[in-house]
């Protein structure tokens, strides 16, 4: 079973950037989807980018313009750079990988990202 692993969270004022990390155990071609989610204090996990895979990019409308989901193949690992950052961006950020045949997925184990204001 191919982990995943996030790295690069941290605490980070109003407008500044982060660049989220996840290194997969495996190859990260394996994945027909691969993505970043996010879950704030008593809130629903939500999809905040995802690369499909022949390469599309899915972002939601509140990162659109600020977040670029990307992957580098020869390093088995995704990115998410992350700019312009807003106190609402506060959450733990996931990893998640999904392969669809047959269907599973796996998750990371999240980094925690804060923005104060």
């Known amino acids: 079973q191919v982990q995943l692993v996030e790295s690069g969270g941290g605490l980070v004022q109003a407008g500044g950037s982060l660049r989220l990390s996840c290194a997969a155990s495996g190859s990260t071609l394996s994945f027909d989807v691969i993505g970043w989610y996010r879950q704030a204090p008593g809130k629903q996990r939500e999809l905040v980018a995802r690369?499909?895979?022949?390469?599309?990019?899915i972002y939601a409308d509140s990162v659109k313009g600020r977040f670029t989901i990307s992957r580098d193949n020869a390093k088995n690992t995704v990115y998410l750079q992350m700019n312009s950052l807003k106190p609402e961006d506060t959450a733990v950020y996931y990893c998640h990988g999904v392969w669809w045949s047959p269907p599973s997925d796996v998750w990371g184990q999240g980094t925690q990202v804060t923005v104060s204001s």
């Open positions: 690369i499909l895979s022949g390469s599309g990019t």
